[in-house]
């Protein structure tokens, strides 16, 4: 499974953010998903997390949402109203583990992006 995060750049305090991350090589479907964050000089953080239907989610900030569709492959992440504080790498990983809900811990992923830069910024 490869994992490609795209969406990142500049985007203005308040505007819209939303990141995708596109599998390849095997059905997206087969996996929980979630999405971290590393803000310059912070540790990795869970934001959000995802069931593999995705009728279940699981949140660390209540201000993102977790999509999915996996006939296109893809997990999104949405953000309204982005501020300063949401400025940092942002990665996509998969959890091959069937769990009752979703894992926001980084050790119980199996797979990783090579995560997107979101600078939020005037």
């Known amino acids: 499974l490869q994992l490609a995060e795209s969406g990142g750049g500049l985007v203005q305090p308040g505007g819209s953010l939303r990141l995708s991350c596109t599998a390849s090589?095997?059905?997206?479907?087969?996996?929980?998903m979630g999405w971290f964050r590393q803000a310059p000089g912070k540790e990795h953080e869970g934001i959000a997390c995802?069931?593999?239907?995705?009728d279940s989610t699981n949140y660390a900030d209540s201000r993102f949402t977790i999509f999915r569709d996996n006939t296109k492959n893809t997990v999104y992440l949405q953000l309204d109203k982005p501020t300063s504080e949401d400025t940092g790498v942002y990665y996509c990983?998969?959890?091959?583990?069937?769990?009752?809900?979703?894992?926001?811990?980084?050790?119980?992923?199996?797979?990783w992006g090579k995560g997107t830069l979101v600078t939020v910024s005037s």
């Open positions: 990983a998969a959890d091959r583990t069937v769990r009752p809900l979703c894992s926001l811990a980084r050790s119980d992923m199996d797979y």
């Open positions: 090589g095997v059905p997206l479907g087969y996996y929980m």
């Open positions: 995802i069931s593999r239907s995705g």
